[in-house]
């Protein structure tokens, strides 16, 4: 059974900083073969991407919303994806969301092999 953890999400004021985490675990997943990403989902909105690095982390695609202000990292070792969050805005606000799929274009079109379960981000302006 795969499991994509995510964390790190909480309230914080406009201009202020967060840092997600995902923990991938599951004994028939191979975290370093796959792409990995964030997506978020405000309330009343479609799910929309957000960025995605590639399995070696040379890689790193951003949605223009986010370029400039979100970073997305991996640590093979410790089968985590991170995403650095700053300059956050009040229009970041959404629940942020892991995923993983095996071909990293598959991915940046909304396609997932795993997901998570979310993590709540709220901006306060």
């Known amino acids: 059974q795969v499991q994509l953890v995510e964390s790190g999400g909480g309230l914080v004021q406009a201009g202020g900083s967060l840092r997600l985490s995902c923990a991938a675990s599951?004994?028939?997943?191979?975290?370093?073969?796959?792409?990995m990403g964030w997506f978020r989902q405000a309330p009343g909105k479609e799910r929309e991407f957000v960025a995605a690095?590639?399995?070696?982390?040379?890689?790193?695609y951003y949605a223009d919303s986010v370029k400039g202000r979100f970073t997305i990292s991996r640590d093979n070792a410790k089968n985590t994806v991170y995403l650095q969050m700053n300059s956050l805005k009040s229009e970041d606000t959404a629940v942020y969301y892991c995923?993983?799929?095996?071909?990293?274009?598959?991915?940046?079109?909304?396609?997932?092999?795993?997901w998570g379960q979310g993590t709540q981000v709220t901006v306060s302006s």
């Open positions: 995923a993983a799929h095996f071909l990293l274009g598959r991915l940046l079109n909304g396609e997932y092999d795993y």
């Open positions: 599951g004994r028939t997943f191979t975290f370093s073969i796959h792409g």
């Open positions: 690095i590639s399995r070696t982390g040379d890689s790193s």
